[in-house]
């Protein structure tokens, strides 16, 4: 529902914050890495998850789109919410955690607040895999907005297919980046 939100900044703390857009408050939970970037900004953007609860609407906001990827990485993790995500994403960064994740070190996310042995071995079971970044070597990167093949990627994502099989499907097709974004969802959706 919200990409992201752009303001002032009216309150600060390491786990919350209110952000002034057009006259409407919001409040928005973040992680300390969060706070960490824009503790000393009095205006900036966050990457905006909308979680949606029987008793409320909670706004979780972050400096950039590879900690809020993260953050939905981990939502989709059984026995792991929203709570539990933001404390895993202040303890750790998404390079720790992905570094923990590829290792297979259960160690290091047993040391989050709240993390056992058996949650750690789910994260890193469901995660494997699915936080690579692809650095310099992939024509699909988290930062690059408006091309081709990221609104594909986008668009296979909406469609409930993992972020993790959808690009692998992009990179099989052929000439991807001369086809237009609904020719290369179709041929996306046939490489699954």
Do not use: F, P
């Given at each position: 529902m919200f990409a992201y939100l752009e303001g002032p900044l009216v309150y600060k703390s390491a786990s919350l914050l209110y952000m002034d857009v057009h006259g409407v408050g919001y409040e928005l939970n973040i992680t300390l890495q969060?706070?960490?970037?824009?503790?000393?900004?009095?205006?900036?953007?966050?990457?905006?998850?909308l979680q949606v609860r029987e008793d409320a609407w909670v706004l979780y906001g972050f400096a950039d789109e590879e900690e809020r990827a993260t953050f939905r990485q981990l939502l989709n993790i059984s026995g792991v919410?929203?709570?539990?995500?933001?404390?895993?994403?202040?303890?750790l960064s998404t390079d720790e955690l992905e570094r923990a994740v590829s290792s297979e070190d259960n160690r290091t996310l047993e040391r989050v607040k709240g993390i056992g042995a058996k949650t750690a071995q789910r994260i890193i079971l469901e995660l494997k895999g699915k936080l690579l970044r692809q650095k310099n070597t992939s024509s699909l990167s988290p930062v690059m907005h408006n091309t081709t093949q990221e609104d594909a990627l986008i668009a296979l994502v909406n469609l409930g297919i993992n972020?993790?099989?959808?690009?692998?499907?992009?990179?099989?097709?052929?000439?991807?980046?001369?086809?237009?974004?609904?020719?290369?969802?179709?041929q996306a959706l046939r490489a699954l």
């Open positions: 969060t706070y960490a970037k824009i503790q000393d900004l009095d205006k900036c953007r966050l990457y905006i998850h919410g929203a709570a539990t995500a933001r404390i895993i994403l202040s303890s972020r993790g099989m959808a690009e692998t499907a992009i990179k099989k097709v052929n000439n991807a980046s001369s086809l237009t974004v609904e020719e290369l969802i179709k």
